[in-house]
């Protein structure tokens, strides 16, 4: 099976809770649902819950292509990383967006292949406005009216698209429980005497998954230079900055999805 550019099937930290979402998402795509949305705040693991669920199911489509929005530039770059990922060539670029739409579903839809389309980090391009929200909207609409063809989205910002509400599976992702994010604590950290600073580290990681892998690598991290008691007023102080869309650089990814080798 063809997975696009790749998506990375090894997962280096473990899922926690998550268990009901995933059972919903594959009775909607179960029902042939073809549309799915992962929506939930920033750092709660809506990217995270796509990739595993799309690895569960990966042997029921033949291509996955995958257009992180987090790192495209701008519409003319996501278009092009389409048409790569499904081998349209293009001979001179279009200069309108119908064009472009037009010339992908073309494509696709005289083939066989069963395909997925993951927008992932959707934000980046529905909180701009409408000169992304909108060819993006459009897009998706073209291409969902295919029959060969399923759309995953991930974004902290809803999708709304009523005219497929009947076609649509929506999944509000919620941080972790706090037995939840006190086993991943646990788990991500084996041995590790938190002593009495467990409950407040955990109570300030908030339940937000990426927080919680960011908190257990620097206490993994160096021999444990940093401790459980370090850390819980660093906590205090600074993780608000830590959850703003400005402290995660482009090419940090918790999970990468430059080829079926890598590794975070």
Known sequence: MTMGLGIDTYFEAQLVGRKDELRDLKAAWNKKLRMFGIFGMRSVGTSRLAKEFLASVSGQYDELVYVNLKETSDLAAM?????????????????DVKSWESMIVSAVST?????????DNGEYFLDEGAETRDPLQDLVVALIK????????????????ASL????????????????TLELLRAE???????????PIAELSEGLPRLIFMITSELRCDGGMLTPKD???????????VLSREFYPAKIELLTFTGSSSRA
């Not at 995953?152 to 809803?158: A, G, N, R, V």
């Open 79 to 95: 278009y092009v990383n389409i048409c790569a990922q499904v081998t349209v060539s293009i001979e001179s670029r279009p200069t």
């Open 111 to 119: 083939r066989k292949t069963q395909y997925v389309f993951f927008f």
């Open 146 to 161: 295919q029959n060969n063809i399923k759309i995953m989205i991930t974004s902290s910002t809803t999708f709304q698209l």
């Open 165 to 180: 509400c009947g076609l649509y599976h929506v999944c509000e992702l919620q941080p972790l429980k706090p037995a939840e």
């Open 189 to 199: 950290t084996p041995g590790m005497d938190f002593g009495e600073y467990l409950k």
């Open 231 to 241: 850390m819980a007023p660093l906590l205090a102080e600074y993780r608000l900055m």
